[in-house]
């Protein structure tokens, strides 16, 4: 008996560090980027990428179950709690990080060189990015379907990739 309340100690006291160590991993960091862009940061990319997610389909009246669609159908992005995910994700074609931002794109819409290290590595700059094209897309096309084809192709059509974004076919729901 005595070893088994040993036993179920010791088995407890690993699960607390576990956990511990687990919860310490969602910690949020508030700082600002090499733009001067006010961020938040993770250790755990699916989270960090929530969060970016959030705040810019906010601050660019993006509806975020179609930026969370994107990130999903982009680079298989299943939410927060897709732990095992990966954000440094890069095309066949050129397309770099969990919102698949063309080189070339960042380039134009931020209005400056971007090293294409920070399009790839930082998830807030890729999605700030990533949501101001699809602001500006909007604007200029009015469709959700023509923007998310134009998105996909560079060009202003509807095809399959849109109307999966625009129907929402993921397996997640954003409102967790």
Do not use: C
Not at 10 to 39: A, D, P, R, W
């Amino acid at each position: 008996m005595k070893n088994k309340i040993k036993l179920l100690i010791l088995l407890t006291s690993i699960i607390m560090l576990g956990l511990f160590y687990y919860k310490s991993q969602f910690i949020i960091v508030k700082h600002k980027n090499h733009l001067g862009h006010v961020e938040w940061k993770s250790e755990v990319p699916s989270v960090e990428l929530y969060y970016a997610i959030l705040k810019y389909s906010k601050e660019f009246n993006i509806p975020t179950d179609y930026a969370f669609g994107i990130a999903y159908v982009e680079t298989g992005y299943q939410g927060p709690l897709h732990f095992t995910y990966d954000h440094r994700q890069i095309s066949s074609v050129g397309a770099l990080g969990p919102m698949q931002v063309m080189p070339s794109t960042a380039n134009w819409i931020n209005k400056s060189k971007v090293d294409k290290s920070i399009v790839l590595n930082d998830i807030d700059f890729n999605v700030r990015t990533s949501m101001k094209l699809l602001r500006q897309l909007k604007d200029k096309y009015d469709s959700w379907l023509v923007v998310f084809g134009y998105y996909n192709t560079g060009y202003p059509v509807i095809n399959d990739y849109a109307r999966k974004v625009y129907n929402k076919q993921y397996t997640w729901k954003s409102n967790i």
